[in-house]
Every structure is written in structure tokens, then in C-alpha cells.
């Protein structure tokens, strides 16, 4: 079992910033790699970014030059800083981690990008 908890979401401004933070926890020894999802209202979960064991980083091309995803194992966290937001950005973002018994999800934190 892993258990994933995720923080940071919030309101912000359009060209602002916002870092999420998700912490592991479990059996951390079989997760392949971690990342973020976000669904928008109406709309099908859709990767944004993941990072594997060796610190591979893959992101959706709607993100890849303005969030930036990393891992600090020493607190078993996974970021992911959102930079020059925009309102499309708005969305519900589920932190996961992709382990040898299948996926896990946190439960979502909302993002929410508006003047």
C-alpha cells in the first residue's frame, strides 16, 4: 500500500506561481515512478508531469517550458512548481505514484488560476 497527500494548491493570479508538494508514504520501495495529473471539469484525468526512480522527467507539452517536477527522497516528496500560470491551468490536480500493485492517487488539491 501507498498512501500519497498532497499540498500547495490554491488560487492565483494569471503569470503567477504555485509549487505542489505530494509525500509518500508506505511501501515506497515499489513505487516506479510519481507525478501529477490534473482534470478539468467535465474532462478526463490527463498527465502533466511524472519523474521516475533515476530522476527521468517527462511532462505534457502544454506545461514543459513553465512547471518543473523533482523528488527529494530523504522526505519521500515529489514537487511540482507551476511557473507563468495560465487560466487553462485551472484544474483539480491529483498527485500519483505508479508502484508494482498499480496505481495510487491522492485526492486532489484545486488549482485555481483567475484575475
Known amino acids: 500500500q501507498v498512501q500519497l497527500v498532497e499540498s500547495g494548491g490554491g488560487r492565483v493570479q494569471p503569470g503567477g506561481a504555485l509549487r505542489l508538494s505530494c509525500a509518500a508514504s508506505g511501501s515506497l520501495w515499489s513505487i516506479n515512478i510519481m507525478g501529477w495529473h490534473r482534470q478539468h471539469p467535465g474532462k478526463e484525468r490527463v498527465l502533466v508531469a511524472s519523474?521516475?526512480?533515476?530522476?527521468?522527467?517527462n511532462y505534457a507539452d502544454s506545461v514543459k517550458d513553465r512547471f518543473s517536477i523533482w523528488r527529494d527522497n530523504a522526505k519521500n516528496t515529489v514537487y511540482l512548481q507551476m511557473s507563468r500560470l495560465k487560466p487553462e491551468d485551472t484544474a483539480v490536480y491529483y498527485c500519483f505514484a505508479q508502484s508494482m500493485y498499480g496505481p495510487y492517487w491522492g485526492r486532489g488539491t484545486q488549482v485555481t488560476v483567475s484575475s
Open positions: 519523474i521516475t526512480r533515476d530522476n527521468t522527467t
